[in-house]
């Protein structure tokens, strides 16, 4: 029969081949290896999520800096002015 352990992570027992004993506040309690890799990994992931969030938000930045405003466009076109004469041009709406 295999050794067994209760696993705080998990709620269950596990071989203890597959575990370590670590040391918490409560006291030293037996964990798998699956979980601590698990809980290993998730911080290095909320790393990487968080610097492509960063670098989209700036590519995102800079993309409204050097674009034209399309609110500012819309409000300077009056109807029946040169410039909306010329955007209608330019986008083909040449009446
Ligand atoms: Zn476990």
Known sequence: MRE???CYHCGRH???AEMRRVRLKSGVRWRC???IEATRAAP???EAFGQRMT???R???DERRNAPQPGCLRETAVPGTALEARL???LGLRR
């Open 44 to 46: 290095a992931q909320r």
């Open 88 to 90: 209608a041009g330019e």
């Open 14 to 16: 596990h071989p203890i």
């Open 33 to 35: 290896l699956r979980s």
């Open 4 to 6: 067994t352990a209760y």
């Open 55 to 57: 670098a989209l938000n």
């Open 59 to 61: 590519a995102l930045a």
